[in-house]
């Protein structure tokens, strides 16, 4: 257990240095000079100077390299171009509004896709897994922000529900949280909650086929006890894959649905940086969000591990 | 011979092909999916002839009016008809979708061979892969984009890159499989120079899934090209396309909300059609498929 523990974990290695490559690359190797990208087109000659000094673009590329490797791994992501701030504590301002609606995403799309894909693959076939599917397809083609606009027009602007835009930390109560996240954590969670449902029930699907479902039949345990205990579980392997991948659709989803509720998280920050080219910051969320992502895939896999002793071995 | 039905063995040999496709078309996914690409594709190729005005022209005289005969759809902010924009805005979407489609199978398919086929290749390339994988998808893009001034080109190259890595993994896999069937090693033991191999032996084999990954690749570009233009860092302005559409609307979305949903509507449908002809491919070409993916 520990040896797979080990060898998993060591895996992540490679991977984050080919994350940090292009990251470091991405600026480096784009067209023309990343001084000249940074500060735009009208910048004075001392500005382009300041910049390269700052990001240290006057050193050979291997040096920066390792210099930028150096001061990251210390958790020194640079200094924000635009505000003269520290990535770090840029990013950690609006850690809270971002962390806050993947929970309640999460949380809301994984309750709702489980049951659903669980049914629907138990009653392949029927009237609810057919509109399921129907459904799904129509929920993976639907983009994020019309959804979202649709959700405002409907919920906020017609019958006046729910706030149209903002967000309210939940220090400030938890009624006035949950108004302002509902209709961000549904748009956001549509896609995901459509990916896991699909797996859930193909996966559930399979697993009834099996000889242990007939052989649990056989000796007369309930149907529910069937689908929950020998199908379902039997089935979380590919669901859980499917809850990490997924992940990436979370992160994506965060910078769109960030600039259509207005709420100012990491993704606003990210958006606002590509607009005003603040590249540090841009670096430091896409290394942030990549290394989450790397991370909680970590943790699955280790997780199956200890669900289930054939993938040790 | 004696297995064979008498009726089909006096019948002429069908070609798989051929078969391929009437099964395919018997498919509702198919059916359903593939007409509405062909309605936007034909909407996209015949736009001029739709009844349109120049998508492009700015009347300041008709700024915001509502649905009428003279514009169907109604104006925008700057007086430009919404109908024909919206018409136009086709043609944008299919040629950032097809071109990311295929230029990311072309690549893909290349590096894919390579690393599948020799050994020594794989380690490096596929670690290579992995982590362009870890680094999510539409952040890699917005960031490649920010990059460059926004043009058709920079977009492309910006969507394309981040899907490379998905039509390495399933080419790489098909080939590992491919490899050690007896008319592979048939082939090298009658000396097959190994690029012939590839290209005649194994590559066929990859055609069934990139034709299906290739779908999801087109449909995925046009929402991820889309979600860019929203944000403002995609398609040139001037260029009508969707996502630039629901940008430019969505200030003024209280007011007119047809600005935001119109595009919106034409937007999902597309995508929708690609998807619905993406997953019935993936039924009738190969069920297998389906769990590579």
Redesign the interface.
Known sequence: MLAFVAKRTLAVI??????S???FL??RL???DPAL?IAGDNADAEALQRIRTALGLDQPLATQFIIWMGNTLSGDLGTSIFTNLPVTELILQRVEPTLSLALTTMLFAISVAVPLGTVAGATAGSWLDRTLMAVS??G???????LG??M??LFS?KFGWLPVQGFTSISEGVLPFLRSIALPTVTLGLAYMVLIARITR?SVLEMMGEDFIRTARAKGVAERLVITHHALRNAAIPILTVIGIGV?LL??GV??IE?VFNIPGIGRL??DA??K?DYPV?QG??LL??AV??LINLAIDIGYALLDPRVRY | MTLLSPQLAGDEPRSPIFDLISQAVRNPSVMIGGSIVAAIVIMALAAPLLGTVDPVRIDPGMRLKLPSDLAWFGTDLFGRDVYSRVVYGARSSLIVGLTVAVTAITFGVLIGLVAGYFRSMDIVVMRVMDGLMAIPTFLLAIALVSLTRASVGTVIVALTIPEIPRVVRLVRSVVLTVREEPYVEAAISIGTPTPLILVRHIMPSTIAPLLVLGSYICASAILVEAALSFLGTGLPPEIPSWGNMISEGRTFFQVAPRLVFLPSLFLALTVLGINLLGDGLRDTLDPRIAKRM
């Open positions: 490679p991977v984050m240095v080919v994350v490559v292009v990251v991405l600026l784009s067209p023309g990208v397809v129509v993976f083609s639907v983009p994020a922000f019309v606009y649709c405002i027009y602007l193909a990436a992160i994506s910078v769109v600039t990210v958006v590509i607009l080219r841009i969320v896409i969000f990549s992502y790397v």
